[in-house]
Every structure is written in structure tokens, then in C-alpha cells.
């Protein structure tokens, strides 16, 4: 079932799956969305919707993720179980709804697995609480509204979450700029690709720095010109 | 007046409203949103839109509410005088507008009166007095642009405010999750359900991070079994 | 070309503006945002969805304007070098888009000619970067979605941001409110009029930190009555 | 239970409302939303987010009220029985939801009961069979995503739909300008406000036709004059 | 004063603007939004929000702008008097409310003295009889809300509309596609250029109903393979 | 390269796509959007916002699949020689964009080819004319805006469309209910379900048009009971 959408009526929960290397993770967390998502070809964003509920957190893990039905979060019980340390829960409910399917109970059961934070396209609640207990998450609501606990869903198979497609042990990358999905696949060439991009931005910067200008250092003026830019 | 929603063209100011007790306020004022929206059957959250303008601010009172007309602040001035210590002003436009209804001015004279705070379903303005000040305010909106005094409202009748009715008296609860509204007459229940459900809670929280799973603790694999879920 | 709005094609780079004395603008700063905008008239404030990416940064400065294609920076990097210390860049896109047209590069070489913020129709990314260097920026939108550099636009031509007129050279006042233009030749009058209006706030503050009622302080009682306020 | 809002996990059906006389409500749906909107002193209108689904329909009703958990259709079931001819069924969700909760069945069940038409703050589809049938639908959305019946709610209790208070036997007008409320007791004094209105709008309507002015017809020249305005 | 934007609290009606020629005009309007924005370079489009109350109107005129404070159609009643036939009434007010300015019976006035129509960053209502009379209106909100005649504002001075700006004399082009502002000392050679884009177009569009494919007409192929896309 | 999504700065023209079986599609045509949705389990809806140019249509197609830049359409010139008798053309710009992608002249190039409509999550334009030469469209937008043709896209690789996934050849049905994708290898099987659905709701729709309720088809009495619903 693995490597499909789920539909037609078949509700299942995939317990092993592959998850990227700790180190390349951990690499990915330091370099950041905004070089993640140019090192791998501005592919893989989610939508500006998702905000972190607090400034300042920055993590990377493996998505365990969860097809869930509109305002019903019975399916993240379920997963909750299917996390491991460094793991962090991405939520797509299949149709959209600002309920607040999360809050600090969850959160606490999450934490005590070593999880590193949720990634939610629907609403979450407690916000003073998750604060406190510093269990970061980026979501596309903040709603006390509860769900129920009714209706069938799906852990770890392939979601689309806030427009982006995500599969189960893909990597994702948060921080305060938004967040963003590395496929499992393609997790080490986009390090190298982010940690060489960074050091090119890292000569620019110094660059920029001691005062030059962009337009010189990209050599932007002969093209301008070109284009017909006139200066008055 | 009292009582029935403010129409065909009468305007009141309503002097004497009934409040809850000041320990079952305080009461509900630290179960915050969540527990206490919960607590009263998922009831009176007012619409997400309703944010904070600065977090961790957790307050309850006695709502004195305003029905306003768009882009008029006059009533506010009105409604100050029927304040007391320990109340929230509630405002609710009868037509949709982001004005900036709100500043340091009436800020100013509200604290002075003991106001708890105000909920507004409009613009508030002067954000950085405001938090220097710390008079915390739940706004649909955050803008500068002024309002007009030229016509009338009424002070102490039922509103609807960002999507929830509120009479006058009712307790507000507000926090970073939103705003609540517990209605006077259920003041005391809601405040026993939500002490009862935060017992739960705890004693949840408790196993949680023991390491319990939620699946376990609410029962919940006999179910999920019988509605079909496959684990793979 | 100065003086009209960029069409027909033309692009181009006015390198000589106008800028208001640095006194007034430094007095525009300590008056922010909703003084400035009631002393004007209630003119010149942009929309509302333009939020600063952190909050508490109150300044002002002259505007060097950028007209600017959607999904498109290339005329941000031109418009670096028009940018004289205390000046604030604003960016106008063609066409409302909420890419991430600006982020930590631009604001180092930004921040090194001294340039006192961002005023951008638009996205902005490396929010963490931004925040640590104190560089503050008022956008619409906070998207890692990077741009190219394919098309020209404007610099220093008249624009509307966030549906303000902006003209090279205005005076730019932005805090935790939002963001006010004022017009070059009415920056000395406005702060006179700002100053005045602080000055009697200061008194009107008084009034009401020693508990005098708006009502009284304003002489609003009278007119109340004759519009038809019934207290009951 | 009538006459309160729903809440503490009680749900209930209340089978017998009182409605308004017949002719009252016809003469009200002649009268239109604007008209009754006005000559109720301007209360009672809903969102304008809620439009009709095609245009043309002009309609008013009893409401047949129901309270519903978001994304949860089976207490329409319940409420079509309450449904009597000329009724219109008011369906709120207690938490915002643009799930599809109606189509073609339900309006066939309905329409066979001589039921006037369906306000929904909620989603609707089917939408080219609701047109053929030409049963009118007021919603906020248009969405053919199926909801679950699993969770009670209430009906002809006191609800607030697309932000105005309903309550079981209000009239509802509802045409192309969208859906205004009419409070059961105000019903009469609103039908002769609105005659009185239509009656002086058609001399207004007719001097205008024949050139005057508003300028004149409401001798507005003077208070311009006064309040300062020039001509130039 | 005409030319600069109102503000400091300066109110005016200016009574004698310059019109294009009415040959410019008409010719404007037979080409409609889309190829009016694109010859005049991609300029002076307003925001998408203005739709039209019914689909198949394509209208041009001269604007009579009016600008109008928030919640208050005051001053909709005084440029009703500077309106010549033909002219669109263009308003704007200060601060965004989505009110309905303006009803059936400013559209008999309107109608009356030979105006093609409305363009409103506001709300509007009567769209069943704006509808049967043929007046067409774009707007941002259909809504039955009412205003007041309190405050004064502006009329045919510059303002900014759904985010263009637009100057008394300036021609409206508005049809299904939206609403485009031609500045008046550009509609000449607009209207020059539109009509040599129409006769480009003519031919392409021969050539592709003929089966021809744009990538040979418009020679794409070298150039997508030196960007190196590939075909597989 | 078929199979996974574009990225890495690859760009590719896949063109031999596999396509469903006409009968087929026309089947599912037929059965439109809301009975095919609920054939398949609920899977594969797009976004609400996407809502066709001119009702009435229902359509049915293979997907010919464009991921494309924001504000930039080259790759639909591209796509179209890509497309056959019958196929959809689905656009997906990488970043949200309102962008005008798509008029009347790629309109009259794609009908040529014989292709059934188009779906995008951004703008059109030309409406007026898509409308008369009954060229359906699904758009997120109506926007005259132009863009440019600078930076490369790929063609029938894997999209999210409107927060839904699209591989190229999946079906795609779409009438005035909005757009579902149904995945190509369960095209046969859906068609199945909804026949079935269809055939089993002709049943149901003739027993509530004799005036059975709903209530009592679906035998719901017993069930309500036992969850509580008290009738009074």
C-alpha cells in the first residue's frame, strides 16, 4: 500500500519505513528552509499558511504522516504509536478544516517519544502550553474548536499536506520562514547542494559586507542595459 | 430591553447587569479556552479570526457588551462608564469593518476603571502602548485607520461578536487559544466540568508521560480494529 | 519621468530624488504610526495585511520607491544603489504575488548603506536572519518561495503599495500598527499637526488617568441625548 | 429548551414553532433583503459570504433551525421532518466548515415537502441538479466533499448562522443581495415598515426619473455647505 | 487642487475635468480589459476582487472619482451632479469596508443622466433591479448593509482604487475580465497600440485555428532547448 | 522520469502518457464530480476555489499535466502539442499566483486540437470569449494581469494541482461542483462504484420524492435514540 494515495475505503497503517540518516538531518536543520528549498530547486514548499505557533524553532526530521478525516483526530492516537526519536508528525486532513485536532495532551505523549515537532494543515490549540513545553508546531490555524474521534484514516501513506506532497520518511524542514519537504530519495544531494550554496552565499555576504554592490558581484549591469533599463 | 437583540432603531444603555461571581470567574480564568470550551459542550468560541495582540495573556470577566455601528467608535466612549473592576468590554459592529475602533486613549481610561481587557470583532491601534501598558486585547484586526463618532449603538444587549452571542453579564474567557463565552446562567457548572475534566486530564498527562500510549489508555484498538483500520 | 506612473513600457532608474530634512523624519518616527495618520487627515495609510516581521521597530525615512514585476527581484538589487542612509526601500509589485522577493543577502547590503527598513507589497524569507540583525521589514506575506531575474521594472517612479500611493521621496513612518506615507511636501506640516495632537492627548491622558470619563472630558453627554440614547 | 442556545451536550429536536402568518412572510420575500434589512433598523442580515447558487430566486420562509458538529449531516436528516411547507431549513455548523453537506437527495426530500429553500453556512453540491430543480440554496460554499453522521446536534433551538442569531420561526428573506433575518414578533411592524419604504422610495424613484436630484430631493446642499465642503 | 490626493482634511468637488474623446473611448471598450492592460504595458489593472454583478456588460468611460470615507455614501449623492453622459462614477473609500454603498435608487439617478456605470471598492446592493435595468456595476462585496450620510469626502480628485490609482478623466475599461485605468493623456496611443495588437492577434489566431502551434509562430523551440528543456 | 515529481532543477516534456479508456471517461463524465468523489472513497477533490468560468459544463478528460513557474505560462505553449482529442490540460504554477496564464488565443489553439478544457490553479482571462467559443474552464482566478515566457516548466510529471495530486492520464471530471482527479489504474473500478452509487440514489431519490423520509430509509431512529436525541 506503501508508495500510493490512499482511497477507496482502505483505511491502513504502514509500520516500517525508511528514514533518512540522522547526520543528513541534522545537516538539513542547520542549513534552513529558505537554502533547502533553493538547493533542491525551489521544489517541496508548503503553503505561506503554515506558521509556527512560536518564533524562533528550527528542526528537521522524518515525516510520520497521517491522512485524517475533516475534524476527527482519532488517527493521531494511532500514529502517535508509529513515531520514533527525531520524527515529526505531518497531518494532512482530506478536506480542509480549521479545527483544533491537537493540543497539549498529545503534544506530551509526542514529546515523551522524542518527537521533534507537527507539521498540521488544520488547527491546533493550548498554544500557552506547547510554548511552555517548548514542542514546536507550524500550523494553519490556532482553533480550541475539538474534534471527534468517529472516522477511519490512514498512517504513513503518501498525503498532500498545505499543497506539498509528502511521503512517509520524507525529510521536512522548519523554521520561522515556513516549511519544506526533502524526498527521502534525494535528502543527501540536497545537503550538499544546501551547504554548498551556503558557502557561496557566505563569500557574498562578506562581499556584501565590505560594501559592494549585488549589481557587480552578479554583474547585473551589462544585462540591464541590454533589457533597456535607462537611467535618469 | 434587556434581553432581546437591539433593533428597529432604538438605542439603550442598559445600567444594571447581572455578573457572576468573582471566584467562579477567577475560576475559569485559569482552566483557560480550551479546557473550559470543552467543559461546556463545545459551546461559545468565538471565531478564529479573534487573535491577541500580544501572547500570554490568560483573563475572564464579566462582559459589558457594545453594539456598534460600522466605523464608529462613539459607543466605546459610552460603554467605559458602565465598567466595572474585573469586566471585558465585548464589541461587536453590526456590520463588518477593520477599523481601528480602539487605542491607547480608551486603554487608558479602561484600565483606570479595573477593565479586564476587550474583545473586539474590529481594528485596534497603539499596539506597542498597548503592550507596554499590558491592557491585553483580542482584535480581528490590527489598523490604524480612525473612526467617526456620529452614530448610535447600545451598551448592555445581546450581540454576536466574531460569530458567538454574548449577553451581557456572560463570563468571557481569553487566551492564546481565542475567546470563550461562558454564559451566566452555566457560570458555576462549566467552571465544576472544567476543574473535573483538568483532573482527568492530569491524571492522563500523568500515564502519557510515563509513556503510556492514548491508544491504550482510551482504549482505543478494539475499536479501531472493528471500523476496519489494517496495520501493514 | 518622475512624477508619473512607469507604463508603456519605459523602464527606468530616477537617481535624484527629493528627501525630507532628517529631523522631521526622525520626529515622524517618535510620533508613529496612528498619530501621523490622524494628523494627516487620515490619508496615506497602507492596507492592513502589511504586519512587521517581528514586532517593537518604530522608524521612518524617505522612500526610494521600486515598481517591480510579480515573482520577479531583480530591480530590488538595481535600487540597492539609489539607497542613501536613513532611507526606506518599498517595493511594489505589478501584480499581487506572494513570493519571497527579499531576504538576508539584500538586507546585509541594505543594512551596510544604512538603510532603515522594508516596506514590501509582497513576500519576505530568512525571517530568523532578519530578526537577529534587526532589520526591520513590514511585508504581506512571509513565503520562502524564491524569485528570478528576467524582467525589468522601475526605481524611484510613483507606485501604489498595498494600495497607497507612494512617491519617490516620501516620507515612510512604520510600527507595530502598520505602515503610513507621508507626502514629501506635507512631512513639515504633519509633524507640527502630530506634535499638536500629542499634546493634547498628553492632557486628555491625564484627565483620564485621574478617572474623568471621556464622556465628560469630550462633551459628549448633550449630544447623545439629542440623537436619542435611552439609559434604562 | 426553546429559547436557549444549545449547549452541555444536550441535543434535542423541538417539534412545534411557532411561524408567522402567511401573508406576512409573502409580503416580506415581495419586499426583498434590502428593503427588510433597512426597515428593521439594519439587524438581522447574515455574512456576505453566504450567496445563492443561481441568481433570480427571491424567497422567504419560517426557519426551521439546526445546530450541527462540523462536517456532520445527519441532523438535516432529523430536521426534514420538522419541515413544514414554506418552511426554510437554517443549518449551522457549531464550527466553521466548508464541507458539502447538501445536495440533490436532500433537496428532493425537501423540495417534496414544499420546503422553500435551504440557508446553510456550510458547503452544498450537486449544484447543476439544485438548479434544474430549482431549489434555492444560500451558502458560504460551494464543495462536493461528502460529511459523516456520526455526531447529534439540535434542531429548532437558537443558533447563530453566517455570524446573525436565528431562532426557530424567524422569517428569512433571502435574495440575490443574500439572506436578512426578521425576528418572529417583529415580523408584522417590519412587513408595514417596508411598505411604508417601498411606498416613499417609488416617489423618490419617480422624481429622480424625472431628473431631480438626491442633492435636492434630500436638501442635502445646506449640511454640505455647513460641514465645509467646496466646489471648485 | 485637483491633482494632488485629499488629505488634511481638505473636502472638495472639482467641477470641470478634461474627457478623452468620446471616438477614444468607444474604440477602448471594443477592445476590452485584456488588450487595453497589455498595449498600455501591463498598467493600471485593479484587483481581482472587482467583479462584475452580472456577466456580458464591456463598457468604457471617463472617471468621476469619488473619495469616500468608510461606511458613508455621502458623497456618492454630490458626484451624481458632476456626472456627464457616458462618464463611470469611480469610488473609492479611505479605509476598506465592504458596505453596500449604493443601491437601485443612485442607480436611476446614474442611469438617468446617461452614466455607463459603476465601479466600486465597496459593497453594493438591488442587484436584482441593478440587473433588470442593465446598469452594470463592478464591485468588491455584494452586500445589503446600509451606510450614513455623516462625513464628508472628495470629488473627482485622485485616488486609489482596488489598488490602482486612478485620476478624474482617466478612461474605465471594465468587461468580464475586471476593471483597467487609462491614464487620459495616454488613451490615444493606447488605443493605437491595442488596435496593432488586435490585428497581431487576428492573425495568430488564424494561424493556430489552422492547426500552426504557438511554439512555431512564436519560433520557442531554439530557445527551450538552450534552456535545456528536454523531451522524453 | 515519469513518476516523481519535477525538481533539481530538471526540466522535462514527458510524451508518451497513458491514458484511460474513452468510454470510460465519457462514464465518468456523466456521473460528475460529487458521485465520483463519493465512488472513490472521497479521494482526490481539488480546492473549493477552483470554480468554472461558465456553469453549466461537465466534463471528463485525461490529464495532460504542466508544472510551471509562477507568473510565467511558457510551458502551456509547450503542453499544448503534448495534448490529444479529448485530454484536460492541468496547470500548477510552483507558487501560488493569480496571474492571468491563459486567454482566448491558447484557447483557440487547444479547441483546434480537439482538448476538453482546461484546469488551473491561477488565472484566465478573455472570459467573454471562452465563454462564446464554450472553452470551459476551472480556474483559482479571473485576472486580465499578462505574464512572461523566461523560465522553463516540465510537462506531464507529477503535480499538486489545487492541494490535489495529479499524475498525467489520470482522469480528470469537473462540472459546477468544482474538480476531482481520479487516479488512472482505478479509472475502470470508480466508473463501477459510481454506477453503482447512481443506480442505488435513483432508488433512494424516487422513495423521498414519494414523501418517505429519509429518517426511515436509512433506518436512523433507532441509532439516534441510543446517542440521546431527545424530541420535545
Redesign the interface.
Known sequence: ?AG????????????DIERADAAVIKGLAEC???TV??A??????L??KM?PI???A?IAGSAVTVSI????N?MI??A??QCKPGDILVVAP???????YF????A??LK??GVAGLIIDG?V????DL?EMQFPVWAS??????T?????GSVNV?V?CA???VNPGDVIVA????V?VV?LA?AV??LE?AHAREAK?AQ??AR??S?E???DI?N?RER?KE??????
Not at 40 to 45: A, K, T
Not at 125 to 128: A, F, G
Not at 148 to 152: Q, R
Open positions: 500500500m500510493t494515495y490512499p482511497n477507496l475505503g482502505e483505511h491502513v497503517v504502514v509500520q534552513g528552509v529558505a528549498h533553493e533542491q530547486g525551489r521544489f517541496g514548499l503553503s505561506e506558521r512560536y518564533s524562533g528550527r478525516p475533516p475534524c476527527d482519532w492516537h494511532v502517535v504509536e482530506t478536506s480542509p478544516s480549521n479545527a483544533g493540543g497539549d495532551l498529545l506530551t505523549s515523551g517519544r488547527g490549540r493550548d498554544i500557552r510554548t490555524s490556532i482553533f480550541a474548536q475539538g471527534v474521534k468517529e472516522t477511519l503518501p498532500v499543497g506539498g506532497p523554521d520561522d520562514d515556513g519544506c524526498p534525494d544531494s540536497v547542494k552565499e557574498t555576504r556584501l559586507t560594501g554592490l549585488g549589481l552578479y547585473m540591464l533589457k533597456g533599463l535607462k537611467y535618469i
